[in-house]
């Protein structure tokens, strides 16, 4: 690979051959259209949760996909479930349902 | 005269068994029962007029079985035939007993073998009017046993798409039943062939089996026979659905004493459990059997499983919670609070604090559109340019940020993050000073009435342009649409509003009818079925969609989720009740006009 001098800084580097995606695997073995999302953010738009909170579905899916799941325990708590997101979806993706699935995950995980 | 053979042995244990059975029950029952609950079932014993009218609802609903007539002819006269047939069986043959032996105390078997002890009643006062009735009702229970057996292999004549799956011992009331009448009306019919004690059936009949042949010792054989089916029927019926048969005059009883049910919720689900007939009516309504989706969450099934024990979350999981089952039930049985009580908890860590972020402002009346209603800015734009035109004014409370009203998390099993919700969206509209609430989205008006204590009016959107309609701020111009209406779930089940989008549409356009069995059918967009895929939500909005009449330009609703599912419709424009009227509303000039018109009334005189 040519050398151009530029560099990647380590801390924001995802090495996903590294990552954990466990729970993206669990969510498509248990909702296959999952793999759907085009991530366009329809959902994080219409978010009733967003309009007065940094919550970001689109963000926390994306996250899931890279494997960073720290936060996702906390971000998660902020979504109202109330199904507006699966109303708008282009690609008729039920957000509400990830998040159950997530929120079962979660508890699964944490007793 | 011989008052007693071995033959009636059967019939007696059975009956016994089945009595006992019963006062056991309804003591249980009574005793489990909170004691205000019972105080409410006192005072309907002791007010004639509402005891008179309690038991004119059992006769109706237990013996004539009217509520089926309006499902199916043909169902309905199948039970009103077996029900009421066997009834008048029963009381005219203990009539007829009483007259011919001028005694009062008769042992229980003797009316029902009167022809056994009997023989050659033909002589005695009366008879032939009393073996006119008897011939009659036979007949009529006959032909219900008929009917009953076709049913097995026509189902759908009788408006049962799916049958209900019967288990062993229901099998063996099931043909016992089937046995019973036939097995009678050959007894009564060999002995008339002897004796010519019958009348219109029984006569001929009797004399063909006498031509060929048979006699006293068939007779015999055929009262054994009868004896029997009944005997084994009567130690069936606890043990099946047949005990609806005992138990649904006490749940109309306790119905009309207006007891509330959710002070005793566990037993009051066994006696609709018990009272439930299996008619299979809930499942032919349930747009779920419709679209041909699986799973098992109609009434029958769970009130199946409730008498079993075998109860799951998953039983509930899979249903829409339309409560067009309920609507539709024969019975009257509320299934929802069970439903609700099965529901998963999950107990599941919310953060919410950001909510004390959102603010309603100020206003005497406030609109809330809701999350669904942010979806259909049309619905809001309308309202608003009604209300303008009727000069009102209308506050929109959540236009900068909404709190959910919670039902979502309800239906999701999460009970704790929808009471927090609820508790915040109370405080903002106290906060607000808002005097009456107009939403445009079902689930929230549902929600704020059923499961919030505001002491403030909530109505819905079309209530609220039929108010403006009937108060005169504003007239609607009839345009040339064709239009149907869709009863969104929420509405027209959860707040009984059927009425009012009716009275709007007629007056602003040539409103049809959809066909009763597409009527009010969810579309699909259920936020309580917690698996449907999107191929299986368009599947069951096409069940309405398919059955609008070709003539129609508009499919009309009132809910934004139902706007939504019905959005992949071609043949029609599907709109919300607010768009479609803000389109024909003009100001009326109410004070002038009628001036004008006394004027000219005037003139005229």
């Known amino acids: 690979m040519a050398k151009f001098g530029f560099t990647t800084r380590k801390d924001s580097m995802i090495m996903l051959d590294k990552a954990d995606l466990s729970l993206r695997r669990t969510l498509i073995s248990e909702y296959p259209e999952y793999q759907l999302c085009i991530n366009c953010g329809a959902c994080s738009a219409v978010c009733t949760a967003a309009q007065l909170t940094s919550f970001n579905i689109r963000e926390v899916k994306l996250n899931i996909d890279r494997g960073q799941t720290v936060s996702l325990k906390n971000e998660i708590a902020k979504c109202m479930i109330c199904g507006k997101c699966e109303m708008i979806c282009p690609k008729n993706v039920s957000n509400r349902k990830i998040v159950l699935l997530i929120n079962k995950h979660l508890q699964e995980q944490h007793g | 005269m011989d008052r007693f053979d071995i033959f009636v042995l059967p019939f007696t244990v059975g009956l016994v068994f089945v009595v006992f059975a019963y006062i056991a029950q309804l003591i249980y029952w009574l005793r489990q029962m909170p004691k205000d609950e019972k105080g409410k079932l006192k005072g309907l014993l002791v007010s004639p007029i509402r005891l008179a009218k309690c038991c004119i609802e059992i006769v109706k609903e237990s013996l004539l079985h009217i509520n089926l007539f309006r499902t199916n002819l043909l169902l309905g006269f199948m039970h009103m035939s077996l029900a009421f047939g066997w009834f008048m069986l029963i009381v005219i043959g203990n009539l007829e007993s009483k007259v011919y032996t001028s005694t009062h105390i008769n042992p229980p078997y003797f009316p029902i073998f009167l022809e056994y002890f009997i023989p050659d009643m033909g002589s005695f006062k009366y008879h032939q009017e009393f073996s006119f009735l008897m011939d009659f009702f036979l007949l009529m229970v006959l032909t219900g046993t008929f009917l009953a057996f076709t049913k097995r292999f026509v189902s759908r004549r009788f408006s049962i798409i799916k049958k209900p799956k019967l288990t062993a011992i229901d099998k063996i009331g099931l043909y016992s039943l089937w046995l019973i009448f036939p097995l009678r009306f050959l007894a009564e019919s060999i002995n008339s062939g002897i004796h010519q004690t019958g009348s219109f059936i029984t006569e001929p009949t009797g004399e063909l089996l006498f031509s060929l042949g048979v006699g006293e010792s068939s007779a015999y054989t055929a009262w054994w026979a009868y004896s029997i089916s009944l005997g084994i029927f009567f130690v069936a019926v606890p043990f099946t659905r047949y005990m609806h048969i005992l138990t649904e005059p006490f749940f109309i009883f306790l119905r009309k004493a207006k007891v509330d049910a959710s002070k005793f919720q566990p037993i009051f689900n066994q006696i609709q459990a018990k009272s439930c007939s299996k008619c299979g009516v809930c499942l032919s309504s349930c747009p779920l059997t419709k679209a041909s989706i699986s799973g098992k969450p109609q009434p029958i099934y769970l009130l199946d499983a409730l008498k079993r024990g075998s109860l799951s979350p998953e039983m509930v999981e899979s249903c829409l919670n339309c409560r067009r089952c309920e609507e539709s039930c024969p019975v009257g049985i509320t299934i929802e609070p069970l439903r609700m009580s099965l529901k998963k908890q999950i107990e599941h860590e919310t953060d919410f604090g950001y909510t004390s972020l959102a603010e309603y402002p100020k206003a005497k009346v406030g609109y809330f559109s809701g999350c669904m209603g942010k ?69 929230c008006l549902k929600t704020f009435r059923d499961d919030y204590q505001l002491s403030i009016p909530v109505i819905h959107h079309t209530e609220y342009i039929n108010r403006l309609i009937k108060n005169e701020r504003i007239a609607l111009n009839k345009s040339d649409a064709i239009t149907v209406y869709h009863d969104p779930c929420e509405l027209a089940r959860g707040c009984g509003i059927t009425k009012e989008p009716r009275y709007i549409l007629k007056k602003s356009s040539t409103f049809t009818e959809l066909p009763k069995e597409a009527r009010g059918m969810c579309c699909g967009n259920s936020m309580a079925h917690s698996s449907l895929s999107y191929n299986q939500k368009a599947d069951i909005a096409s069940l309405t969609l398919n059955s609008i009449p070709s003539n129609v330009s508009h499919l009309i609703t009132s809910c934004p989720a139902c706007s939504k599912a019905f959005k992949v419709a071609d043949k029609v424009t599907v709109e919300d009740i607010a768009v479609f009227t803000a389109r024909h509303a003009y100001k009326p000039t109410p004070i002038l006009e009628k001036q004008h018109y006394k004027v000219s009334e005037t003139a005229t005189r």
């Open chain 2, 375 to 443: 979806l259909t800015p049309a619905t809001t734009k309308s309202l608003e340019k009604i209300t303008e035109t009727a000069g009102e004014k209308l506050v929109h409370l959540d236009k900068d940020g909404g709190i959910c009203c919670g039902r979502p998390q309800k239906l999701a099993g999460q009970l704790a993050a929808s009471q927090e919700l609820m508790a915040k969206n109370t405080a903002l509209f106290r906060e607000s000073g808002v005097e009456m609430i107009v939403t445009s989205c079902p689930i």
